[in-house]
């Protein structure tokens, strides 16, 4: 059974920074990918058995994926934030091998956490 659990969420100052974390489990053999999102919008991408990644332009330079010290925890930096990325972030999970940032590829969604950014 897959699981994601996402924390890290919180109400920051626009120009902040924020470190999301997605703790995933259940995935059975190489070929899956991960991907973080903002409400159903793509921010980042890794297939973590291929070292494959991918960043939304919108967020690039800004966002950063990474690989946690724990071998099933996924990362998002987030800098210099904005009002404009208040929102539920996603951590969510395909067996497929697909590197994508669309929604509508993953299978399995963690519950989100909020982030909120005030001006």
């Known amino acids: 059974q897959v699981k994601l659990v996402e924390s890290g969420g919180d109400s920051v100052q626009a120009g902040g920074s924020l470190r999301l974390s997605c703790e995933y489990s259940g995935f059975t053999n190489r070929d899956y990918c991960l991907g973080w999102f903002r409400e159903r919008e793509g921010l980042a991408t890794i297939c973590p058995s291929y070292g494959s990644t991918d960043t939304a332009g919108s967020v690039k330079g800004r966002f950063t994926l990474s690989r946690g010290n724990a071998r099933n925890i996924l990362l998002l930096e987030m800098t210099n934030l904005k009002p404009g990325d208040t929102a539920a972030y996603y951590c969510?999970?395909?067996?497929?091998?697909?590197?994508?940032?669309?929604?509508?590829?993953?299978?399995?969604w963690g519950q989100g956490t909020q982030v909120t950014v005030s001006s």
């Open positions: 969510a999970g395909t067996r497929r091998p697909i590197l994508s940032l669309d929604a509508h590829d993953y299978d399995y």
